[in-house]
């Protein structure tokens, strides 16, 4: 069993639509949790950063976290085409043990 | 501000080589880590220099090594290249080993 679970898709959405994307993981000692954008051929890009448990929101996304069931989401609020990426979740236990662990990812498509 | 920048983009080697991969972190920052994904995967933690020591390691054999230099930029090595090794290797950085980590373009090797 891999530690971080991550549905591959492809999802694909109209524009306009909310996405939710999601990871479960296994190792309750994760207290770090991120959100990666990745397009095609590029580096991971930075979305949000959480610690806690709860929502945080920035702009049009919001990240959930719930670590009592093990559960993170990302959710995307008035997708656009330009959201079209791969969507890597990533956590880690603590600053001295900063290894981030990643899931396959999603990849998304949002269609005109 | 330059963010995180990898040289070379791409690279081709045949089996049984070696190769060394380049990175510059982002500015102010002194840790540096290193990854590789393969095609429809998500990154894999190869290893994390801080202070021009290795800190953290994960689970990739010693043909993979490593060196940061004073002015925190680092390399990595691959020696005996095999065909699996064919992947995007990405370098992130952050500050005092947090999570918070950016990362760079990535290189793109080829083992044929």
């Known amino acids: 069993q891999k530690e971080v679970e991550q549905d591959p898709g492809p999802l694909s959405v109209p524009e306009g639509a909310i996405v939710s994307l999601n990871c479960t993981y296994s190792n309750s000692a994760f207290q770090y949790f991120m959100w990666y954008r990745q397009y095609s051929r590029k580096g991971p890009e930075l979305l949000m950063y959480t610690y806690s448990s709860g929502n945080k929101e920035d702009g049009r996304f919001t990240a959930q976290v719930d670590k009592s069931s093990k559960y993170i989401s990302l959710f995307i609020r008035d997708s656009q085409p330009s959201d079209s990426a791969t969507y890597l979740c990533a956590m880690f236990l603590s600053s001295t043990a900063s290894k981030l662990t990643f899931g396959t990812g999603t990849r998304l498509q949002v269609t005109l | 501000d330059a963010g995180v920048t990898q040289s070379p983009t791409h690279l081709i080697k045949t089996r049984g080589q070696q190769v060394t991969l380049r990175c510059s972190p982002k500015s102010g920052h002194d840790t540096v880590s290193w990854y590789q994904q393969a095609l429809g995967q998500g990154p894999q933690f190869i290893f994390q220099?801080?202070?021009?020591?290795?800190?953290q390691r994960g689970n990739f054999p010693d043909r993979f090594s490593g060196h940061q230099f004073p002015n925190y930029s680092s390399e990595l090595n691959v020696n005996a290249l095999l065909l699996g090794d064919s992947a995007l290797y990405l370098c992130a950085s952050s500050l005092g080993g947090t999570g918070h980590a950016f990362f760079g373009q990535g290189t793109r090797l080829t083992v044929v």
């Open positions: 220099y801080y202070e021009e020591e290795e800190r």
